[in-house]
């Protein structure tokens, strides 16, 4: 009768257990919709601000947003600013033409870190003065945050309840009693 119990106890972990990892993991962070100029884009002038627009509103502790040209400077100006679900920096006039690189971190609505690069091309140069030189972590980019997959906390959790239960149902059998 145990031995029936065991494996019917075993198999209903074990399809609970597929159930949830099969089921893949919610992506619930905060995402980049939009952004100014556009990802892409080629423009004739500089923008005053760029900015990056996400599907939620973002919080607004320690934002990070940096505008680096083709030349490796650094042609954002000032400290980063969130306002409801767009972060965004000052721009002023850009200078070299060629591709310039928005870098943004920001806290999506549920405390994660969500970082990015969006780029833009400026077609005509520009009479603007440049910033000093970006260092490696403006220029780094990527969408992954960092965190432990919540199929990784089900996952053991399943593991340590079924080895639990084995061990309540079957720990003691094995000693003879006298």
Known sequence: MSRKLF???L???LI???ALLGGGVANAHSAAIGSSPENGAQIELSPARASVTFNEDLQASYPSMTVTGPDGNLWSKGQPKVEGPTVSIE???LGPVGDY???YRVTSADG???S????FTLTKAGTGTPGPKADSSAKSGGSGDGGVPLWVFIAGAVVLFGGGLAFALLG???KQRQ
Not at 116 to 119: A, L
């Open 16 to 18: 609970t257990g597929f």
């Open 7 to 9: 494996a019917g106890v």
């Open 112 to 114: 994660h870190p969500v």
């Open 101 to 103: 690189k928005i870098a």
């Open 11 to 13: 198999t209903g972990l």
């Open 116 to 119: 990015g690069t969006r780029t």
């Open 172 to 174: 003691g059998r094995g």
């Open 91 to 93: 721009v002023g006039e």
